[in-house]
T-cell receptor, first 116, second 113 residues
Framework: AQSVTQPDIHITVSEGASLELRCNYSYGATPYLFWYVQSPGQGLQLLLK??????LVQGIKGFEAEFKRSQSSFNLRKPSVHWSDAAEYFCAVGLYSGGGADGLTFGKGTHLIIQP | KAGVTQTPRYLIKTRGQQVTLSCSPI?????VSWYQQTPGQGLQFLFEYFSETQRNKGNFPGRFSGRQFSNSRSEMNVSTLELGDSALYLC????????????FGPGTRLTVL
């Protein structure tokens, strides 16, 4: 079964500093990869996704992620964080068989704290 | 387009009761998936419905069930509630449920006392 590991439970970054959130997956083939963000009391908002093609993916709110097959990683980056980026970030793997969506497998999440 | 809506947003039940949660997908979306989010287990896939048929199911007991109506609205039911069922239940919709993006609703917060 596929799995997703987000090694950092909490990360604290100063406002204006760069950010990298780590995500590693375990799966025999190239899965579909996603990053979602969740603000307190809210549902999940998609930041970006990777299905195929260019391994550097641009998302909303200035986020980007790079798929590295050799490292089984899909790290999320942002060059300069804003206080409004404070939230919970989830990496997810999708397995889509011929029958449909088998459901996303999520990492445990990384809680991002922004220092003024 | 309106987003995914879930009702109710908050529920309090007692052990042994049953509960029904509702999800209205984005207009035109035919696939609805349900997830349970808890502090301990994180986000876990419950099941997915497409055109009124359950296509995929996660690893949850039979107390958790769902259905989908012809207008793609979906309900999930939990019978004989246990304390451990307290969670945020999220619904997500996609157009076809394959490589499409899943769009999530705000969730229903269920508290079991």
């Amino acid at each position: 079964a596929q799995s997703v590991t987000q090694p950092d439970i909490h990360i604290t970054v100063s406002e204006g500093a760069s950010l990298e959130l780590r995500c590693n997956y375990s799966y025999g083939a190239t899965p579909y990869l996603f990053w979602y963000v969740q603000s307190p009391g809210q549902g999940l908002q998609l930041l970006l996704k990777y299905f195929s093609g260019d391994t550097l993916v641009q998302g909303i709110k200035g986020f980007e992620a790079e798929f590295k097959r050799s490292q089984s990683s899909f790290n999320l980056r942002k060059p300069s964080v804003h206080w409004s980026d404070a939230a919970e970030y989830f990496c997810a793997v999708g397995l889509y068989s011929g029958g449909g969506a088998d459901g996303l497998t999520f990492g445990k999440g990384t809680h991002l704290i922004i220092q003024p | 387009k309106a987003g995914v809506t879930q009702t109710p947003r908050y529920l309090i039940k007692t052990r042994g009761q049953q509960v029904t949660l509702s999800c209205s997908p984005i207009s035109g979306h035919r696939s609805v998936s349900w997830y349970q989010q808890t502090p301990g287990q994180g986000l876990q896939f419950l099941f997915e419905y497409f055109s009124e048929t359950q296509r995929n199911k996660g690893n949850f007991p039979g107390r958790f069930s769902g259905r989908q109506f012809s207008n793609s609205r979906s309900e999930m039911n939990v019978s004989t509630l246990e304390l451990g069922d307290s969670a945020l239940y999220l619904c997500a919709s996609t157009q076809w449920g394959r490589t499409d993006t899943q769009y999530f609703g705000p969730g229903t917060r269920l508290t079991v006392l």
